[in-house]
């Protein structure tokens, strides 16, 4: 029998709730997956070249919460794809696990979800008050284009890192959606 088969004798229940791990799972994995690389590529190509200083927003709390956010998003999208490999045990009577431990690993999931999101939200906080340290000092002066004014006004690069986080923050969303979700259905 294929492992994507279901026994006959599988309880309608049981076929409902494999049905929307799976279904969940992989959703929510390559979601979190793509969210997760375009955040990552964004800061390994933004943030070394961001502007320098203590006016830099990958400096200090930014970038330690915003990194920790994105590494909790990374264990959340694992999480994502053990729905699916859960699903797959639930097809098989000998491997079934109980009601409780599908609860419980659901809401680790969103545990892993919500502490990412904890850690990226106070990394947008910390980014965007130093692009509003950053805007607030940009008075227009005559020594405009000296190095040190440059690096007071906010560049480009600084929004891609915003942009970054915010990836990050998206994906956790999901990954909590997900996991309610998945807890309303399994609940019912």
């Not at 956010?69 to 109980?98: A, E, H």
């Not at 431990?101 to 008050?129: R, T, Y």
């Not at 002066?141 to 000296?146: A, L, Q, R």
């Not at 998206?170 to 979700?181: C, D, E, Q, Y």
Request: glycine content about 8%; proline content about 4%; charged content about 15%.
């Amino acid at each position: 029998m294929s492992d994507m088969e279901i026994n006959d004798n599988t309880p309608q229940t049981v076929k409902k709730i494999a049905a929307q791990l799976r279904r969940v799972g992989w959703a929510g994995f390559w979601l979190q997956l793509v969210l997760a690389v375009v955040s990552t590529v964004i800061f390994i190509f933004s943030a070394p070249f961001a502007s320098t200083g203590a006016s830099n927003p990958c400096t200090g709390g930014s970038l330690f919460f915003a990194l920790g956010g994105l590494l909790v998003l990374y264990i959340s999208t694992f999480w994502s794809f053990r729905y699916v490999t859960t699903s797959r045990k639930l097809k098989n009577p000998d491997l079934r696990p109980k009601r409780a431990d599908i609860i419980k690993l659901v809401q680790w999931g969103l545990m892993s979800s919500i502490i990412g999101m904890g850690l990226s939200v106070l990394g947008a906080e910390s980014i965007a008050g130093t692009l509003l340290g950053k805007s607030l000092s940009s008075a227009v002066s005559f020594g405009m284009f000296s190095p040190d004014a440059l690096s007071k006004i906010i560049q480009p690069l600084d929004i891609f890192i915003v942009l970054a986080n915010t990836h990050t923050i998206t994906a956790h969303f999901i990954g909590i959606v997900s996991g309610l979700w998945l807890l309303t259905k399994l609940n019912k």
